[in-house]
């Protein structure tokens, strides 16, 4: 069985946030057999969005590897995690209102803007998230996005409680001890009862790096270079590349 991890931001999703560009290529990988999981930064109630839009039933992973999202009945064995709607839900990063207390701590002398200090119209302006994405991007469960600061050295100051603060091309996100490549084992060692499991990533940024090194075939969108990866220009390159 072929099992593809997907980033979101930059790889199937570009500019305006639609899921249409990507739609084609979801269709040949679904025809091509793999077992498709998301694996973003983005909350469950934005990664619902896209699922529904590309209509995919398999688990994905939220909030940078802070949670695998399994849906009732996918595997045909009981897996141990917590339950919420119809997931079984295996945690691995940090609680949203831990994360946001610290911030709110702090967020005076760093002077930060993420989520929990900013309203729906600040955000689109942060990010350029259409109006009917943006309330899905502040249902978080794990993690916080910090759009703005106006001084250095919070990143230590988080890292020293506890927290991770992973910068991406133009924010930092901060989440616990996790990262997508440990959420990205825990699928594989479920996908593995099932049979000999062949592993693929699709990522553009760092925080995809740890995802590439423990897949067997990893790839690159754009011009960050990676050890492990081939880069490619888009991912309807992937399709040639991969045959
Ligand atoms: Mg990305």
Redesign the pocket.
């Known amino acids: 069985m072929r099992v593809i991890f997907l980033?979101?931001?930059?790889?199937l999703l570009w500019e305006d946030y639609s899921p249409e560009p990507a739609r084609e290529f979801i269709g040949s990988l679904k025809e091509k057999g793999f077992e498709i999981v998301l694996n973003?930064?983005k909350t469950r109630a934005e990664q619902e969005y896209y699922r529904r839009a590309w209509k995919l039933r398999e688990p994905f992973i939220v909030e940078n590897g802070s949670a695998v999202f399994i849906p009732d009945g996918y595997f045909p064995f009981e897996v141990k995690g917590v339950r919420k709607g119809s997931y079984t839900v295996i945690e691995l990063g940090e609680r949203y209102e831990k994360i946001k207390a610290i911030l709110d701590n702090i967020a005076e002398k760093y002077g930060l803007k993420y989520y929990g200090n900013s309203t729906p119209e600040e955000v689109m302006a942060f990010t350029g998230l259409p109006e009917e994405l943006v309330l899905l991007a502040f249902q978080r469960e794990y993690s916080e996005t910090i759009f703005r600061w106006s001084r250095e050295g919070f990143e230590e100051e988080l890292e020293a409680k506890g927290l991770r603060a992973v910068r991406?091309?133009r924010f930092v996100n901060v989440i616990g001890n996790t990262d997508k490549g440990k959420a990205a084992l825990v699928i594989l060692s479920l996908y593995s009862r099932l049979g000999k499991v062949e592993s693929y990533a699709v990522?553009?940024?760092e925080?995809?790096f740890p995802l590439f090194e423990i897949v067997d075939r990893a790839f690159i969108?754009g011009n960050l270079s990676h050890a492990k990866a081939k880069n490619i220009s888009s991912i309807d390159e992937l399709l040639e590349v991969m045959g």
């Open positions: 980033d979101l931001d930059k790889t973003s930064s991406g091309s990522g553009d940024g925080n995809d969108v």
